[in-house]
């Protein structure tokens, strides 16, 4: 970014991102965690300092720097996760409390007191309504002791879980609302707010070309000797707004209509997967499944091809990264078909890989139909099999969807969502008035100062009673 004056650049800013999970796979449960890690790595790569709180392993340090020390992650509330070994969500309201009551004090004493003393700004991202009462009130603790002038602060929306438990006027009032998708925006009115739209992204390596040999082997290895054959895959929660029951039934009319059909599934331990294989057997389709403990990519095919024919084969094991590509770049289509996806990073990634991705018509602001994607419209299992039967009858139109797709999926890498994200952060801070100049010397922009605050005695009255407060 060029030096200009009131631009946003590392040098006058940085980072704090609060969310519940993180990249520790005891704090991963889903795509936001998938997503904080990625955006921190990011912001840290570009060169912004970004702190990550977040409910960490306890078994791992509480802080620790990466990406040459500019990322660094604080792994918060452990010694409540020690007791709750289950992952992030286990014990999740004591984390919850405990969460709300030290990362505010922690925020402004840490972090934004010393960057206010540099002169520079600092921006706070939350993530999800975990984080929402922990924004209200690192704002009341940032501008009674007058430092809230120095940051933005931003509250993002990814789900619509426990909406219910958020003071959406307060938090309104404190923060700038975003979210990821302008479905999710439309969502939100019903809130009486009207958020910013700042997609999700994915890494620039998902660009990288998949292995060309390792697509073939694994076509082959699903068709089953028969070129005809479809080949699908599915890869999520087993949560019924995948609409699994939809891609099973997709798959039983396609082979009841004389077209044979392989489909991969990967699920999670969710009790609605039960019922869409108790479906899919019902429905007369083979099912095998497929257990292992981390194989590598070949590893993969193999256990696949010795698994012998099949439908579906279940595969109830971690799909590492570059078999998942694979598949994606292999299978005619992959099964994307959410019916309420707020922003459908799966499909991103399948374009990516030149893969076709089906999904649905929710949050993939960027799917347009039969250009760089199949977007389904409905429910009925039909329009699925309708448009793949279409596409094995128009070879042609498989290469333009991969070709669209991966066009697509360039726009969506995360250099380019952060570009997004400063673009809207300098037009909230020139609305908030924060001066923005380049840093030239050690003395602080002209702003309010922050406290002089000695490392062991508070300044003020006021500073000694929320240090007490925070047992400080």
């Known amino acids: 970014m060029m030096k200009l004056d009131g631009a946003i650049s590392p040098e006058n ?31 840290a790569t570009q060169g912004y300092t970004t702190h990550l709180i977040y409910i960490g392993d306890s078994q791992k340090p509480s802080v620790e720097h990466r990406i040459e020390g500019r990322l660094i992650l604080k792994r918060w509330s452990q010694w409540v996760s020690q007791y709750y070994p289950n992952g992030v969500y286990d014990g999740e309201e004591q984390k919850l409390y405990d969460y709300n009551e030290s990362v505010p004090y922690h925020i402004y004493s840490e972090i934004v007191r010393p960057a206010a003393a540099e002169g520079k700004m600092v921006v706070i991202m939350g993530e999800d309504w975990h984080t929402a009462e922990a924004m209200m009130r690192t704002s009341d603790l940032l501008h009674w002791f007058g430092l809230r002038q120095r940051t933005l602060m931003l509250w993002n929306l990814n ?3 426990s909406l219910h438990r958020i003071d959406w006027g307060r938090l309104n009032f404190v923060t700038t609302l975003c979210t990821v998708s302008k479905y999710m925006k439309h969502k939100m009115w019903n809130y009486s707010v009207n958020p910013l739209v700042i997609p999700n992204g994915i890494p620039a390596r998902y660009l990288q070309p998949v292995d060309q040999d390792a697509v073939t082997r694994l076509r082959a290895v699903a068709r089953q000797n028969d070129p005809r054959r479809f080949f699908l895959f599915k890869i999520g929660r087993f949560d019924p ?5 939809m891609a099973i039934e997709a798959a039983a009319r396609l082979k009841e209509s004389g077209h044979p059909v392989t489909l991969f599934v990967r699920g999670g331990i969710e009790p609605h997967g039960a019922d869409v294989l108790r479906h899919a057997y ?50 005619d289509a992959t099964l994307a078909n959410s019916g309420h996806e707020p922003f459908g990073l799966v499909a991103l990634e399948v374009m990516a890989a030149q893969g076709i991705a089906v999904t649905g018509s929710t949050g993939e602001d960027y799917a347009i139909s039969f250009e760089n994607a199949i977007v389904t419209e409905t429910e009925d299992p039909d329009e699925i099999v309708g448009y793949l039967l279409y596409m094995q009858r128009h070879p042609e139109e498989q290469e333009r ?24 952060l300098e037009f909230l801070a020139r609305k908030q008035n924060v001066p923005l100049l380049p840093i030239q010397t050690n003395v602080a922009l002209h702003a309010p100062s922050a406290p002089q605050i000695s490392n062991t005695k508070p300044a003020s009255q006021a500073e000694e009673k929320v240090a007490e407060k925070h047992g400080v």
């Not at 969807?401 to 809207?424: C, E, H, M, P």
């Open 159 to 161: 789900s619509l879980m």
């Open 401 to 424: 969807i991969r070709q669209g797709g991966y066009r697509t999926s360039s726009q969506f890498v995360w250099d380019r969502v952060i570009a997004n994200l400063v673009s809207k």
């Open 241 to 245: 707004d995948k609409r699994w029951m």
């Open 282 to 331: 019902h429905r007369g389709l083979v099912i095998r499944d497929i257990e292992a403990k981390r194989p590598n990519l070949q590893q993969c095919i193999d256990l696949i091809e010795q698994a012998g024919p099949a439908d579906v084969y279940n595969l109830r094991f971690f799909l590492p990264e570059e078999f998942v590509r694979v598949a994606y770049a292999a299978a």
């Open 13 to 43: 800013t940085l980072f704090v991102l609060l969310c519940f999970e993180g990249p520790d796979i005891y704090s991963t449960a889903g795509g936001l965690g998938t997503r904080i890690a990625e955006l921190s790595e990011a912001l």
